[in-house]
């Protein structure tokens, strides 16, 4: 069964440094996705991608956030000088299309990124 | 007002018997509903889609009331596997919205055996 793939599995950084967060969505997937969940706290929408562009943004995914799809199969988050609060599990997710027809608008997620920041 | 609103639990369950909980969702346009499960550290897993005449896939039924706009879980004959956080997740679904899912804390669930 195809699925979201995501790397690495955790990722240690110190405070200020760049992290890039790697995802590879389904491959006949068009619609990609970052959520984030802070420990103990609900999954948290961040950034929708479609056709190469940013189609909505959390109040969360600021200027230090960034994604981009650089070749035909990854999806990558990049947050260009970490925090502390930036902490958290990162979850890739892709869906075919928004559409409700057959509910393609269902999302699955990969299994994560747990980010550090000391 | 959160915009989707779960019991927290525990919810304890025996082996075999059934549970249900409910989910709040406050903004009446919202188009697309599903039951994700969780499990502890894990990534949000599809549980089942939640249609307007409600369904049902195996143990588990889904219904979804629009006017008093609520969805609801039922498991039935819980299985030790069963155990898990059950996330409400509401999806918008507008031309500028269409793709932010808006997740519930989740409701946990643990069967005993």
């Known amino acids: 069964e195809p699925e979201v793939t995501q790397t690495p599995s955790h990722q240690v950084t110190q405070m200020g440094q760049e992290v890039i967060l790697r995802c590879v969505p389904i491959s006949n997937h068009l619609y990609f996705y970052w959520y984030r969940q802070i420990l103990g706290q609900k999954v948290e929408f961040l950034v929708s991608f479609y056709n190469n562009e940013i189609s909505e943004k959390s109040e969360i995914f600021d200027d230090q956030f960034s994604v981009e799809r650089p070749d035909g199969s990854n999806f990558t988050l990049k947050i260009r000088s970490t925090k502390l609060e930036d902490s958290a599990m990162y979850f890739c997710?892709?869906?075919?299309?928004?559409?409700?027809?057959?509910?393609?608008?269902?999302?699955?997620f990969g299994p994560g990124t747990r980010l550090t920041v000391l | 007002r959160k915009e989707v609103e779960q019991d927290p639990g525990p919810f304890n369950v025996p082996e075999g018997a059934t549970v249900a909980f409910n989910c709040t969702y406050s903004?009446?346009?919202?188009?697309?509903f599903f039951w994700y499960r969780q499990d502890c550290r894990k990534e949000p897993k599809l549980l089942m889609s939640?249609?307007?005449s409600g369904n049902e896939d195996g143990r588990f039924t889904a219904q979804l009331n629009r006017a008093s706009q609520y969805i609801s879980l039922l498991i039935r004959d819980s299985k030790l596997s069963d155990s898990a956080t059950y996330l409400c997740?509401?999806?918008?679904?507008?031309?500028?919205?269409?793709?932010?899912?808006?997740f519930g804390a989740g409701t946990q669930v643990v069967v005993t055996p």
């Open positions: 939640v249609y307007s």
């Open positions: 997710a892709s869906s075919e299309a928004p559409g409700l027809l057959d509910h393609t608008d269902t999302q699955y």
């Open positions: 997740v509401v999806n918008l679904m507008t031309t500028d919205s269409w793709g932010k899912l808006q």
């Open positions: 903004n009446s346009a919202s188009q697309s």
